[in-house]
């Protein structure tokens, strides 16, 4: 009998690491609450000296729409919350330039600048979910992948595998504008698949900003297991 199996949905080979990292020296974003516990909206401000205010910190709005303003009225609100630490790293919200540990920093998230950097969409994500719409891709995974970090239809991974003459065929959504392709298989018990089958370009432009399109590659080899992977080139 012959098996098809959904193997990983995609693989992405890029490391993280040239990613902008968060400064956080001297500045704060949104990852800091208000005083009923919610998080302030788009603020941002400067922590300019740590002396002669109570709790060691005193503020100076520069410019921000959070509403926050200077030294009494922004102790008024701050509150200090150390059990929160969305990514369990030990390190709470507050001090934390990535709080959700998606790799992405609270400050490029709340801009959305990395995606506009790679992508030409600014695309602010949420600071405190490290998959900001839910659909299974982290929102570094959807930045590598150039899919809409805020639409849980679009993201990169393989749809569906079906039998087609001897052979089989793989479909996925991704991107179209000419993104390559590769397929990658692996034949037997399962093992990550990392036999190159084949390179494929989407052509399609795709729709929308994020050129949202589907990929498909028929592959022509009758084996009894194939696993299946595609890796965004
Ligand atoms: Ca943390
Ligand atoms: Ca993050
Ligand atoms: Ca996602
Ligand atoms: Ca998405």
């Not at 690491?17 to 401000?45: F, I, K, M």
């Not at 990395?114 to 299974?136: L, Y």
């Not at 001897?166 to 399962?190: E, M």
Request: with cysteine; hydrophobic share 35%; net charge negative.
């Amino acid at each position: 009998m012959r098996i098809l199996r959904r193997s990983l949905g995609c693989l992405a080979w890029v490391v993280l690491a040239g990613l902008p990292a968060g400064a956080q020296t001297e500045e704060l974003e949104s990852s800091v609450l208000d005083g009923a516990g919610g998080r302030a909206a788009g603020g941002t401000y400067e922590l300019v000296s740590a002396t002669a205010q109570p709790g060691g910190i005193q503020a100076s709005a520069a410019g921000g729409t959070g509403g926050l303003r200077h030294q009494a009225g922004f102790l008024g609100t701050f509150v200090l919350k150390p059990e929160l630490d969305h990514d369990g790293n030990g390190i709470p919200d507050e001090w934390d330039d990535d709080n959700d540990g998606d790799g992405l920093a609270d400050r490029a998230e709340l801009a959305g600048t990395d995606f506009e950097g790679a992508w030409g969409v600014a695309a602010p994500t949420d600071v405190n979910a490290a998959d900001s719409d839910g659909d299974g891709a982290g929102d570094d995974h959807e930045l590598l992948a150039g899919t809409d970090p805020n639409d849980a239809d679009s993201l990169f991974a393989i749809t569906d595998i079906q039998r087609e003459g001897v052979g089989a065929r793989v479909n996925w959504k991704g991107r179209g504008d000419g993104t390559g392709y590769r397929v990658l298989g692996h034949d037997g018990s399962y093992a990550p698949p990392t036999d190159e089958l084949d390179i494929v370009v989407v052509a399609d432009p795709g729709v929308g900003v994020w050129h949202a399109a589907e990929g498909t590659w028929l592959d022509p080899d009758e084996t009894d297991a194939r696993h299946y992977g595609v890796v965004k080139e």
